[in-house]
């Protein structure tokens, strides 16, 4: 059964930085590659990355290559994504999803996490 | 890598049919069959609609079909539904295990 779960709400201050989980089950884990989407408010979607969690390749859009790390603990089936030198422009309801490798399809999405930059 | 080119808006009258154009480039849209179509309402998750191009997961109504030409892929949705007024995302694989979203559209059922 194809799963993921993501951690709460964060509020940080500029300049700082996040770690956003999201807990899959076993099945999810072994199976599935996991990619992080984000959402501005009243933006549209914004692809960030992709993590396979099977062996912790990972791949990250241009736009945040070098602020952007995305890690797996396989001890608790759990995918992080870590974002840092935050501003207000971070501020949106981070996603991490799904897709059954070589679909091209985002087909489970967590509940998402609202991470918001404020001084 | 840029967004790929949707309109912003599109409208249809209840029973109507719709399509929303992606725009991308050779680059992506033009070189690859990893092109999917999201549904999203306020203030909830995106939802899978079309993936492949034209392939619908399990429980996605058959109104809704998806297809490519060149670099420009497009979404239909036919029989227009008033609960299909909501935002859609186009989505292509663009390089290095990466991939890159439409600017969403906005579809009103007038």
């Known amino acids: 059964q194809v799963q993921v779960v993501q951690s709460g709400a964060e509020v940080k201050k500029p300049g700082a930085s996040v770690t956003v989980s999201c807990k899959t089950s076993e099945y999810t884990f072994t199976s599935y590659y996991i990619h992080w989407v984000r959402q501005a408010p009243g933006q549209g979607l914004q692809y960030m990355g992709i993590i396979d969690p099977r062996g912790g390749t990972t791949g990250y859009a241009q736009k945040f290559q070098g602020r952007v790390t995305m890690t797996r603990d396989t001890s608790t089936s759990t995918v992080y994504m870590d974002l840092r030198g935050l501003t207000s422009d971070d501020t949106a309801v981070y996603y991490c999803v799904t897709e059954r490798p070589g679909s091209g399809g985002f087909d489970v999405w967590g509940q998402g996490t609202l991470v918001t930059v404020s001084s | 890598q840029s967004a790929l080119t949707q309109p912003a808006s599109v409208s249809g009258s209840p029973g109507q049919s719709i399509t929303i154009s992606c725009t991308g480039t050779s680059s992506d849209v033009g070189s690859s069959r990893l092109v999917s179509w999201y549904q999203q309402y306020p203030g909830k998750a995106p939802k899978l609609m079309i993936y492949?191009?034209?392939k619908r997961p399990s429980g996605v109504s058959n109104r809704f079909s998806g297809s490519k030409s060149g670099n420009t892929a497009s979404l239909t949705i036919s029989g227009l539904q008033a609960e299909d007024e909501a935002d859609y995302y186009c989505?292509?694989?663009?390089?290095?295990?990466?991939?890159?979203f439409g600017t969403g559209s906005k579809v009103t059922v007038l």
């Open positions: 492949e191009v034209n």
């Open positions: 989505c292509s694989y663009a390089s290095s295990r990466t991939y890159v």
